[in-house]
Structures are given as C-alpha cells and as structure tokens.
C-alpha cells in the first residue's frame, strides 16, 4: 500500500495571481492499492460527501495520466482519501489529488517519474501553477508558466508567519471564479499589482514584514470575485476603509486569508468581527482556522 500526505495551499496571496502560492498545514491523506480488478474509491473526512467515487475522481484521473505517460495499463485500483482540505473552497484540493494521486501512480510503479516530471504533469492538469507547486515542493513558491516549460523558484515559510483561514459555508468553483474576471484591466492596477507582488515577496524573503498591509493588495481578481458573493463585497469594502489590508481571498476563493506575524493583531481582531458581521446579516457560516506554513511538500509516508 502506498500512502501520501499532501498539504492544502493557498494560492495568488493577493497580487501573485496565477504565480504565487504557499502551502498550509492541513493535509489530504491519500492511500492507493493494487486490487485484482474494477476501481475502489472511498472518500473520507472533510467533504467526502461531494467527491465522485467513480473514473471522475481527481485522483484516479491524474493517477491515470501517469500511467499513460509511461505506457502502462491501469487495472484494478483502491484508492482512499482522507480529507482535510475543504473541498471547492481555494485552500487546493484539486491540487492535492492531483498531487497526490500522481506521486503514488509514480511509487506504485517504482518511480520511472523524477520530481520535475510530476511537477510538469500536475501543471498541465490544473492549467496553473500556483496551487500544484507548493502542493508538492511545500514553502512559498513563485511559478510561472510562460509558453512552455514551468520556471519556479521555492523558499521556505517563516514559522512567525500565521494564517487566519476562514472559510465559508458555501462553495466556489475555480471555473466559475474565472469567469468573473475581465478580458483586460487599466493599465494602472495591472502596475500596482507588478509592485504589490514584488514587494511580497521581497518581504516573505526578507521576513521584514512590516510592508505586508500594502503588499498584499490586489487590483487584478479580487474586485471581481468579490461580487460574485454579497458578503465578500462586504468584507474587502469595509477592511480597505479600516486600513485592514493583510486579508487575501486564498486562490480563486470563496476562502478569506489573513495573514499575520505578531501574536497580537488588531487587524485580524477587526476581520473576526467583519465576519461575524456577514453571519448577522446575510447568516453565512465560518470555520475559523488557524495555520502554519508547511515547508515539506507532498511526502511518501
Ligand atoms: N490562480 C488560480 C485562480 C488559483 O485564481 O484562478 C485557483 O485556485
């Protein structure tokens, strides 16, 4: 039997759009078996209800796609998953199947696949790589795809960095979220966005993180899929007046980040009451949170 850990992560943080992503310590247990014949899937922990347990599922496809790449036939499989990870929610489930499944297709067949080809395969499955490769390498990783081949580099997480996740009762489809961006953007905000995410990374390797309620800003996705929901609107409108700017919509949303370095924070103070202002309102639900980063990646265990 082969068993994977994959870490959830929390892609674009803010300006980083499609580039940047962290991995989280929260975690998809994958395990995956030989079986004599027909496909197994049980799905367990958080979410489990909605995933497929069919040819569908994330994991069987991406393990599929490793199997194809090197030419063997897919038989019998069982493959259990044990869910941390939120489900449709931007905290990286489908990067973590995809992960996942590929790492343990790779050990199932005795690796013919090094690191750099699963990262390869993984990016053409998701279509980005922001999610994936945290995912897999943990740490903060800028990636980008350009035409061809994914260039990236990774660091490691500061352990004084912490994340507030909240995340709301209600799902989010990556696809739909792109949908809700537009064709172009004002020149201006596509400038601040290049400085933002600069200036973020500049700070995560420096751990000077006194520049974070600026450089966490975004102008590129967020206005957007902001009104996909009432609450998110509400939520980004009144931080920005407050000044309260370390607050991200994790990956393609409808999840809320924060991110924080000092125990005592009175912006988070004031985003726990921003959220708590949306369930009076409009009766949205929270799971609240707390995370460090993960700097290991994907792990055979
Ligand atoms: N960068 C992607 C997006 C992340 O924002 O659509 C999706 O998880």
């Not at 696949?113 to 279509?127: A, F, M, Y």
Request: some cysteine; overall charge negative.
């Amino acid at each position: 039997m082969i068993r994977v850990n994959v870490p959830a992560t929390s892609a674009n943080m803010g300006p980083g759009f499609d580039c940047l992503g962290v991995a989280l310590g929260l975690y998809n247990r994958i395990e995956v078996d030989r079986r004599k014949e027909g496909l197994l899937i049980e799905n367990l922990g958080k979410d489990a209800e909605v995933l497929p347990v069919d040819e569908t599922h994330m994991v069987y496809q991406s393990m599929k796609r490793v199997y194809d790449e090197v030419g063997e036939p897919l038989k019998g499989l069982h493959i259990k998953v044990f869910n941390e990870i939120p489900v449709s929610r931007g905290l990286g489930s489908s990067a973590a199947c995809i992960v996942g499944g590929m790492m343990a297709a790779n050990e199932l067949l005795n690796q013919p696949l090094d690191r750099e080809k699963i990262l390869e395969l993984s990016v053409e499955v998701e279509g980005h790589p922001d999610n994936v490769t945290p995912a897999l390498l943990g740490g903060v990783v800028v990636s980008t795809k350009g035409d061809g081949k994914t260039a990236y580099l990774q660091f490691p997480i500061s352990p004084k960095l912490e994340w507030t996740i909240a995340v709301p009762n209600v799902s989010l489809s990556t696809k739909e979220a792109r949908l809700a961006l537009p064709k172009v953007v004002p020149f201006e905000n596509a400038v601040k966005n290049v400085g933002n995410a600069s200036l973020l990374v500049a700070s995560l390797l420096t751990e000077d993180f006194s520049v974070l309620n600026s450089a966490l800003r975004d102008c590129l996705h967020q206005p957007y899929r902001s009104k996909l929901l009432p609450e998110l609107d509400y939520i980004f409108t009144e931080a920005q007046k407050k000044q309260v700017n370390q607050l991200y919509l994790s990956g393609a949303g409808p999840t809320l980040a924060y991110l924080n370095w000092q125990e005592k924070d009175e912006g988070r103070e004031a985003f726990l009451r921003l959220l708590k202002k949306t369930t009076e309102i409009w009766g949205r639900k929270w799971d609240i949170l707390t995370l460090k980063g993960d700097n290991k990646g994907a792990e055979i265990m």
